[in-house]
C-alpha cells in the first residue's frame, strides 16, 4: 500500500501515545486510503531541533502534525498563520499544512475538552469551575470554558505567579467573567466542576492527588481528572468514593484527536471507532 498523506506526532516522550493507534483506526475506518499517523519523539535540547522537526514535516510533504508536551508553545512562532484559538492559548497542538506549505497553527484542546462537557451533558455557563493547575493544558481548559459562556472560574496553582499570568489575558478578553487566583477553602466546597490539570496522580506520583483528603466531595459536585493513565486516579477514586460524579481524561482526547483529524482529512471523524482504539491501546501499555 501507497502511504502518501503522512500526519503524525511531536513530542517528547511520544512512545506511549495513544495517538497512533486513533487515528490509524480513525483512517482504517472510514476507508481513507494513503493516510497515516506515526509518532515521531523530538528532542527538547538542543531547542534548534523542535524547529527543524517542524519545518522537516514541510519538506517531507507531511499534511499536518499534532503537537505534544513539550512543544506546544515552542512551536508557535514557526507557524505561519495561526487560529483564533491557539493565538488565544498561545499554543499549538494541531499543525496543518496547506498546499502552498504553509504551517497553520491550530489549538483543539480547549474544543475537545468541552466537546466531552457536552458529551457529559454538563453545560458550564452557570457553573463555578475550579481549576487545579496552571500550565498548558490549563490554560486550554480556562480558554474552553470562557469560550462556553462560564463566568465564574477560580484557578489553584502551587506556583501562584503562573495561575497570575494564565487569567491576565483572559481578563480583557472576557470582562464579564470572574477569574479569581486566591482560592478558599469555601470555594472549594462550592465549585460545582474541579478540573485537574496537575500532573499529580500521573507515573511516579499516582498515589498522590491535589486535594485535601479533608475535603469531602457532595455528590452533585462533579471532578474531571484530565489524566487518562491510569484511568482511574487516585483523585477520581476519592470522588468516586464521595459519590461525586468522576470523569477522566480518555474523552478529551479523543475529541482533540478527532478536531484535528477533521482539520487534515475534511472528513467528520469516526469518534467511536477512535475512542475504541485508544481504549484498546490503552489496555496494552504499562502504567508510565
Ligand atoms: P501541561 O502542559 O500538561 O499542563 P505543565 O505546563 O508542565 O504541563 O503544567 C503542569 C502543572 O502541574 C502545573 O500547574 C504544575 O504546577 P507549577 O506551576 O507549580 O509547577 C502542576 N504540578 C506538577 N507537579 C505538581 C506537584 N507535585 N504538585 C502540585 N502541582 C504540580
Known amino acids: 500500500?501507497?502511504?502518501?498523506?503522512?500526519?503524525?506526532?511531536?513530542?517528547?516522550?511520544?512512545?506511549?501515545?495513544?495517538?497512533?493507534a486513533m487515528h490509524n483506526r480513525a483512517f482504517l475506518s472510514?476507508?481513507?486510503?494513503?493516510?497515516c499517523y506515526v509518532a515521531m519523539p523530538v528532542a527538547s535540547e538542543p531547542i534548534s531541533r523542535v524547529k527543524d522537526a517542524v519545518f522537516g514535516l514541510r519538506a517531507l510533504q507531511y499534511r499536518g502534525a499534532n503537537v505534544t508536551v513539550p512543544h506546544k508553545e515552542t512551536v508557535v512562532p514557526y507557524m505561519d498563520r495561526l487560529s483564533k484559538t491557539a493565538r488565544a492559548i498561545g499554543a499549538?497542538?494541531?499543525i496543518v499544512i496547506d498546499q502552498q506549505g504553509q504551517l497553520?497553527?491550530?489549538?483543539?484542546?480547549?474544543l475537545g475538552f468541552?466537546?466531552?462537557?457536552?458529551?457529559?451533558?454538563?453545560?458550564?455557563?452557570?457553573?463555578h469551575v475550579l481549576v487545579l493547575g496552571a500550565g498548558g493544558s490549563a490554560k486550554a481548559v480556562v480558554y474552553g470554558l470562557l469560550s462556553q459562556g462560564c463566568k465564574n472560574i477560580s484557578v489553584e496553582n502551587r506556583t501562584k505567579s503562573k495561575a497570575r499570568d494564565l487569567v491576565q489575558p483572559f481578563r480583557h478578553q472576557f470582562k464579564d467573567a470572574k477569574l479569581n487566583i486566591d482560592v478558599s477553602i469555601d470555594d472549594k466546597k462550592q465549585a460545582h466542576l474541579v478540573?485537574?490539570?496537575?500532573?499529580?496522580?500521573?507515573?511516579?506520583?499516582?498515589?498522590?492527588?491535589?486535594?485535601?483528603?479533608?475535603?469531602?466531595?457532595?455528590?452533585e459536585q462533579i471532578v474531571y481528572d484530565l489524566i487518562y493513565?491510569?484511568?482511574?486516579?487516585?483523585?477520581?477514586?476519592?470522588?468516586?468514593?464521595?459519590?461525586?460524579k468522576a470523569i477522566n481524561g480518555l474523552g478529551m482526547l479523543v475529541h482533540q484527536g478527532a478536531l484535528s483529524f477533521t482539520l487534515w482529512t475534511g472528513q467528520n471523524a469516526p469518534i467511536a471507532a477512535m475512542k475504541s482504539a485508544a481504549e484498546e491501546a490503552l489496555l496494552q501499555r504499562d502504567f508510565f
Open 1 to 20: 500500500m501507497k502511504f502518501d498523506k503522512l500526519v503524525g506526532i511531536i513530542g517528547w516522550p511520544v512512545s506511549h501515545s495513544l495517538s497512533p
Open 30 to 35: 472510514l476507508g481513507l486510503e494513503g493516510w
Open 195 to 219: 478540573v485537574n490539570t496537575t500532573s499529580l496522580g500521573m507515573s511516579d506520583t499516582r498515589e498522590q492527588m491535589p486535594w485535601d483528603q479533608n475535603l469531602v466531595f457532595k455528590s
Open 104 to 110: 497553520v497553527g491550530h489549538n483543539t484542546d480547549a
Open 229 to 244: 493513565n491510569p484511568p482511574t486516579t487516585t483523585f477520581l477514586a476519592f470522588a468516586k468514593k464521595n459519590k461525586a
Open 114 to 127: 468541552t466537546n466531552d462537557l457536552h458529551d457529559h451533558q454538563i453545560d458550564v455557563k452557570n457553573m
Open 92 to 94: 499549538v497542538n494541531t
